[in-house]
């Protein structure tokens, strides 16, 4: 549940985004794969809630970013990187954000990171964010930290480097074993870490 403050904000988000796109309830509604009634809804005072997954939808429909609808100081904790030495991406599954980082604009998503095969660079715990705009590798991403996602649907967090031969990519761990030669469906650098203590004294104030 969001707080009122919360609520209202995403709401008069939301009104200025439609009148932007200079479109009413029910058709952004239908734009969007939701209920006829779904937008006016959440609209209304009473609302004390609204999920990612319908806020993703309205921004999808808004031509819009997840972040102008919820507000500049929040970003959406999308999932896990961890586990191991595997550092497979696992979906939150819940409604939590984080802080935005200072003088970052644009679509960002946190990932928290579970596992100490990355470290000393990531510890468990930590958060990182990305911003993903487009499929593919950038020849820039070479020797970046990455978050790297297969054709074959895991998602990693990973040091990206070349592969053995064109179209191949190497995902080097700091403390387990470099998975090689895979074929890469999309790959994003980390833009920004914020550390464990950091985001556990913030969550504090």
């Known amino acids: 549940m969001h707080r009122p403050d919360e609520m209202e904000r995403i709401r008069e988000a939301i009104r200025r985004a439609m009148t932007r796109k200079g479109i009413k309830a029910k058709p952004l509604a239908k734009a969007a794969g939701l209920g006829e009634t779904a937008v006016r809804d959440i609209l209304e005072p009473s609302s004390t809630d609204i999920k990612f997954s319908t806020l993703n939808k309205l921004a999808d429909a808004l031509e819009c970013s997840l ?122 650098p980390v833009v920004f870490i914020l550390p464990r203590f950091a985001r556990q004294r913030l969550t504090a104030i």
């Open 67 to 188: 972040e102008d609808l919820m507000g500049v100081d929040e970003v959406p904790l999308t999932g896990r990187i961890g586990a191991g030495g595997t550092i497979i991406f696992e979906d939150a599954g819940t409604d939590q954000t984080v802080m935005r980082p200072p003088n970052i604009g644009g679509k960002l998503e946190a990932l928290e990171v579970a596992g100490d095969s990355m470290m000393p660079k990531f510890s468990d715990g930590d958060v990182i964010y990305i911003q993903r705009t487009h499929d593919g590798v950038l020849p820039a991403y070479i020797g970046e930290y990455c978050a790297v996602r297969l054709v074959t649907g895991e998602t990693y967090l990973k040091l990206l480097a070349k592969g053995s031969r064109p179209g191949r990519f190497t995902l080097r761990s700091l403390n387990a074993a470099d998975i090689e030669d895979v074929e890469v469906e999309w790959a994003t």
